[in-house]
């Protein structure tokens, strides 16, 4: 158990003691979505995961910039860096703007992460709006031999930047081993060698993504536009910098080669890495068709599950789960996550009508408020604080039932970090409109027993009762129309 | 009554058979919000002017690229273009980064719009995306030599461009009269001509928004954001240019300038103002106090009016005016807008429920149905849509009260073409629940009178009825505790 927040690094492997460049500031980068399709599961779980490290942060007391990245454009196709901008692509089969695809998905994304209650990042900077940026570092890579221009295009040399600095801290890899691995698959560009990878890419005439620059009318590089925006926005050297774990290699290895090549220093201080997400305990994947987006879980309209999931249980789900550890989604599973966030909800209703006692017997408050605060201080450990705030909704049925008692202040303490846990730092959303409106049809319900007492009345001839209900639903505009078949009502 | 669509346009002054350049397809680019504090009410009007425009167009069958930016740098304070930029002025007194307040009111942006139910555009691109799209029409114009640098900053040539081509089409105004009276304001700066406007800035040490270019790290100047993302989503000759009126000058007048400087030809087709908004009869302006948020109206919270109005309401109330025509807000109007809206609401639900005889009296749908049409075409006339659906309204409700019949087929057509205009071209939400929650609310109401049912039932020992509810309440998770102050109800 520790008071010092404690965050996990990629870059030594190790859990270090939480320590921000600014007393009380925190930058934090995340690499954003790509807006050419409808984000994916997985993203979201990444975006959850850096919602929670967020929000804890503000939670305990510091001011974060989160800058995270809107990725339309320079995603090449192909691991090697070559083929057409993805986003061309879908444009021209469409025949669109990419512009425009780029502002379905990006709307799109922003209603998803909305849904999943997360925050606004403080700003979401898009590679399109930051070409220029990505040229003047272009230049400054050229100017100090890392980077190389041929036939319009321009290049990071690796194994010259290599010499100076090294290559493949973050994911550990080798440079010879990598030069071994890719040249079979490479060889036909114009690069020096084939881990080299692209700055700026020459603009075929088919693109019609193009910027102009000293070098061609092109396209930057997808590695770069972090580096570019993380640099303008948090600085040159800044605390935290996220992503999926796909993106350990080669993005965020190329983004510190890139920031070194021009700073000689590491940009990122903690480098933190979220897991994957596995459907029915297979990778997700378009190609295969085990794949479900965020909406086809939410409306039920999907062939893996039976019913519909709310964001909020989605979520609650994926907090269940460490955001370094990989996590399967299934049924069983999202069920089990759907009763276990009922009954926490059912808690924070059962925790309004407590009275509290002159003592509290059997749960010691203060030792369990520090736990939920140590498991979050330890790497973000959400399964292990919502394992904490279990302890809390057997005691406070335990306090409902009787069976044990709280005092005012203990009453008040527990109330006010149950609070700042699931609203504040785990981010959920407790709306008065339940995800799947339940309590809106449930209210139909009650209308429908209210005419059946009607009727129960009318039989027994009690019409005191039975003119009374008709009388007080006029006065809430509810009109009802016996006929033959029963009672009609009509909400005015 | 005319079935071809005329929109005025203020190039000429006059109404004109709209016709696009490429059948079946419109490009349209308004003038988006300077996101550097809430969104203006005034704003809202134009976006929602707009918004009718853009829904009647694709009603009509276009297939339209709608593209409004956001305004997020180079906006000068002061008439003259001189003084700093606003944006970073209020960055730096909140001592936060520009694109920081920029995501904060970008995102209010989008959510007011998202209450008013206007539809998203096909791209919204900006400013501080497109630098680099700027410098190079800068430099086109410098070549032409209808722009001259002087210490680092650039300006337009309005006398030279003038030599050529005329300027003051849009605004009517006279080049030499714009000399005269503007000279006394001006002199202090590096212009030829008091006239003239700045292309690019070069930024004071003390600017925090700056991009390199060939003449000084600075930043473009205002009016030329709107040329070079027109020109990039539009192409040089476009459809329709919209805004609020208040940009005809100088901000349209110089956009125009600055396409003819370099295409030598007139960017757009159809140029449309939309009129002003005042307040109790006063112009809305911040520094009087005469002024309210859309979200001082939603909530109630505000000195101007007794009680809340719905995004809806707000919204029925705007589109009761032609775009052309000022409309003051006051209390009484938003009222009178207010019952409007509802009786427009019911009539929705009564149509629902009327049954069709065999034949239609008292009323012409067809003609009715052309005569819709033809106020829209009419300049999108929307008051006079308004008043023809409730002449459909009236109708309606005596079909209902059966002082009047209607066949099938014409029954078929009504409810149609009301959906149509309403839902799709006015753009109203009618949701389950109402913008209020008033039905929501009601259905408590129901629950609480079912106790009242269930307590009088109680005092007449009727405990089958009163145990029935009880036990119903049970199963819908609803828990009775009858305690000596009444009876509480606990929805599990």
């Known amino acids: 158990m520790s008071n010092l927040l404690q965050v996990h690094n990629s870059?030594?492997?190790?859990?270090?003691?939480?320590?921000?460049?600014?007393?009380?500031?925190?930058?934090?980068?995340?690499?954003?979505?790509?807006?050419?399709?409808?984000v994916h599961l997985g993203n979201c779980r990444t975006f959850i995961s850096f919602d929670l490290i967020y929000r804890y942060l503000i939670h305990l007391g510091y001011k974060v910039r989160y800058v995270r990245n809107i990725t339309d454009v320079g995603h090449l196709e192909n691991d090697s860096d070559e083929g057409e901008d993805r986003i061309s692509k879908r444009a021209r089969l469409e025949s669109i703007e990419p512009?425009?695809?780029?502002?379905?998905?990006?709307?799109?994304?922003?209603?998803?992460?909305?849904?999943?209650?997360?925050?606004?990042?403080?700003?979401?900077p898009t590679a399109s709006g930051h070409i220029l940026e990505q040229i003047e570092l272009i230049k400054k890579l050229v100017k100090n031999d890392y980077a190389y221009e041929i036939n319009g295009s321009v290049y990071f040399?690796?194994?010259?930047?290599?010499?100076?600095?090294?290559?493949?801290?973050?994911?550990?890899?080798?440079?010879?081993?990598?030069i071994h691995n890719s040249r079979a698959l490479d060889g036909?560009?114009?690069k020096k060698n084939p881990q080299d990878f692209a700055l700026w890419?020459?603009?075929?005439?088919?693109?019609?993504?193009?910027?102009?620059?000293?070098?061609?009318?092109?396209?930057?590089?997808?590695?770069?536009?972090?580096?570019?925006?993380?640099?303008?926005?948090l600085g040159t050297?800044?605390?935290?910098?996220?992503?999926?774990?796909?993106?350990?290699?080669?993005?965020?290895?190329?983004?510190?080669?890139?920031?070194?090549?021009?700073?000689?220093e590491s940009p990122v201080n903690y480098w933190l890495h979220t897991n994957m997400l596995t459907l029915n305990g297979k990778k997700m994947a378009k190609s295969t068709g085990n794949n479900i987006l965020p909406d086809e879980i939410f409306d039920g309209k999907n062939t893996f599950f039976k019913k519909a999931f709310s964001p909020m249980v989605i979520k609650f789900f994926m907090l269940q789960a460490h955001y370094r550890s990989m996590v399967d989604i299934s049924e069983k599973a999202l069920e089990a996550s759907e009763k276990g966030y009922n009954r926490l909800l059912s808690a924070l209703e059962t925790i309004e009508k407590i009275t509290p006692s002159s003592k509290t017997t059997g749960f010691d408050v203060i030792s369990w408020k520090e736990k939920c605060y140590s498991s979050?201080?330890?790497?973000?450990?959400?399964?292990?604080?919502?394992?904490?705030?279990?302890?809390?909704?057997?005691?406070?049925?335990s306090v409902k039932n009787k069976k044990k008692s709280i005092s005012i202040l203990d009453l008040e303490t527990l109330k006010k970090s149950i609070h700042d846990f699931i609203y504040n730092v785990l981010g959920f959303r407790i709306s008065k409109y339940s995800e799947n409106d339940t309590k809106f049809e449930k209210n139909k319900e009650i209308l429908e027993l209210l005419l059946e007492v009607r009727n129960k009345a009318r039989d027994k001839k009690d019409f005191e009762i039975s003119d009374f209900i008709r009388e007080s639903?006029?006065?809430?505009?509810?009109?009802?129309?016996?006929t033959g078949n029963g009672t009609n009502y009509e909400i005015k």
Request: aromatic fraction near 10%; charged fraction near 25%; proline fraction near 6%.
């Open 11 to 38: 870059l030594s492997g190790k859990k270090e003691v939480f320590k921000s460049i600014l007393p009380k500031h925190v930058g934090m980068y995340v690499c954003g979505p790509t807006v050419y399709s409808n």
């Open 99 to 124: 512009m425009e695809i780029v502002q379905r998905y990006t709307l799109d994304f922003r209603r998803i992460m909305r849904l999943f209650n997360t925050l606004s990042p403080s700003i979401e």
């Open 157 to 178: 040399d690796v194994k010259k930047f290599n010499q100076d600095i090294p290559y493949g801290k973050l994911s550990g890899r080798n440079i010879d081993e990598l």
């Open 188 to 190: 036909q560009n114009d």
């Open 201 to 233: 890419k020459k603009a075929e005439p088919i693109h019609i993504m193009r910027w102009p620059s000293p070098w061609s009318d092109g396209f930057p590089g997808w590695h770069l536009e972090c580096t570019a925006m993380s640099r303008k926005y």
């Open 237 to 264: 050297k800044f605390d935290i910098h996220g992503g999926g774990m796909d993106l350990k290699f080669p993005h965020h290895e190329c983004e510190i080669a890139q920031a070194e090549g021009i700073e000689k």
């Open 376 to 397: 979050m201080n330890d790497d973000f450990n959400s399964p292990l604080l919502i394992g904490h705030l279990f302890d809390a909704v057997k005691f406070i049925n």
């Open 473 to 482: 639903l006029i006065e809430l505009k509810i009109e009802l129309n016996d």
